[in-house]
């Protein structure tokens, strides 16, 4: 996830690389690997601090934008991208909850939590 982030809120969008090497590390399509859980929690805080400070400055128009790559925009503008990293995070979630599933651990959550408390409500007028 944290490959991820980097990639699109970091490089692509502040066109900073503040994890050289991350991608071929840990990057999709790569072999599974175990690199040092402490460097990569320190890897993990700097790229989420600069992907905050980006993902803090989204409007509704800059999400309809899209990233340049090679002089060329992606096929998806912004805010698919900022969904597509949701999405990611939920895939891995589920992951986890099956797993903790299969290991025999009881009292799981089953609800996201209090959604009335965060319900959607459009501005009047």
Known sequence: MTNQEHRYWVRLAQQQDLAPGLNALVGYGRPA???PLDEMWA???TVTAATDEYLDSLTPEIMKSFFQHDGRPLDENIGT???RNIFHYW???GEAAA???VLGHTDLPEFVGDTEAAA???EAG
């Open 91 to 93: 895939y891995h979630t």
């Open 33 to 35: 690997s175990t690199p």
């Open 43 to 45: 890897v993990r805080r």
């Open 120 to 122: 959607y409500r459009p």
């Open 99 to 101: 797993v903790r599933q």
């Open 81 to 83: 991208l900022l969904l």
